[in-house]
């Protein structure tokens, strides 16, 4: 996609909106590259907040398998 430059913010607002996929693959697209993304790294991390009173304590966590 091409970068626009506009000299005043009237000049923006009367630009065209670029489209590039009329047919809307667009978003399929997306779709088939998010699902490629969360294949490749599934979530690994605990849901959560987590406090330590010490950093052993923090690092001891931190070497547990996570389940």
Not at 30 to 38: G, K, N, P, T, V
């Amino acid at each position: 996609m091409t970068v626009q430059r506009f000299r005043s913010v009237a000049e923006m607002s009367t630009a065209r909106v670029a489209v590039r996929d009329a047919d809307g693959q667009s978003f399929e697209r997306f779709l088939r590259h998010c699902a490629r993304y969360w294949a490749v790294s599934p979530r690994k991390y605990p849901r959560g907040v987590f406090k330590f009173r010490s950093l052993a304590e923090a690092q001891a966590a931190r070497s547990r398998p996570v389940s």
